[in-house]
């Protein structure tokens, strides 16, 4: 199995990224999907959750009405769009599958069954 985190980059703030995570090895639709990010110096945080189906989404409330989540089981492939980033979005963002957690567990545990290597995010102000 392999999770494989692109799009990410520097960007000025107010500006715009779209990330991806592309699977392979397993069917995505079975798993609930996440990102988390881990900036300098920091602990991981969640960041966002969308369920097997996308009919259950849910969002750390720093990012709130800027990121949004989607996913393409067709493409076995996650998407995070970012918009209005800040500096303080500067970190590496990692993309992970659980087949038995809901959203509602992501926020609380990060023991996930698989973890991609991450992409850089660099916001400038």
């Known amino acids: 199995v392999q999770l494989v985190e692109s799009g990410g980059g520097l960007v000025q703030a107010g500006g715009s990224l779209r990330l991806s995570c592309a699977a392979s090895g397993l069917t995505l639709n079975n798993y609930v999907m996440g990102w988390f990010r881990q900036a300098p110096g920091k602990e991981r945080e969640f960041v966002a959750a969308i369920s097997r189906g996308s009919g259950f989404i849910r969002y750390v409330d720093s990012v709130k009405g800027r990121f949004t989540i989607s996913r393409s089981n067709a493409k076995n492939t996650v998407y995070l769009q970012m918009n209005s980033v800040k500096p303080e979005d500067t970190a590496v963002y990692y993309c992970?599958?659980?087949?038995?957690?809901?959203?509602?567990?992501?926020?609380?545990?990060?023991?996930?069954?698989?973890w991609g290597k991450g992409t850089l995010v660099t916001v400038s102000s």
């Open positions: 992970a599958a659980d087949r038995s957690k809901g959203v509602d567990d992501l926020p609380r545990s990060y023991d996930m069954d698989y």
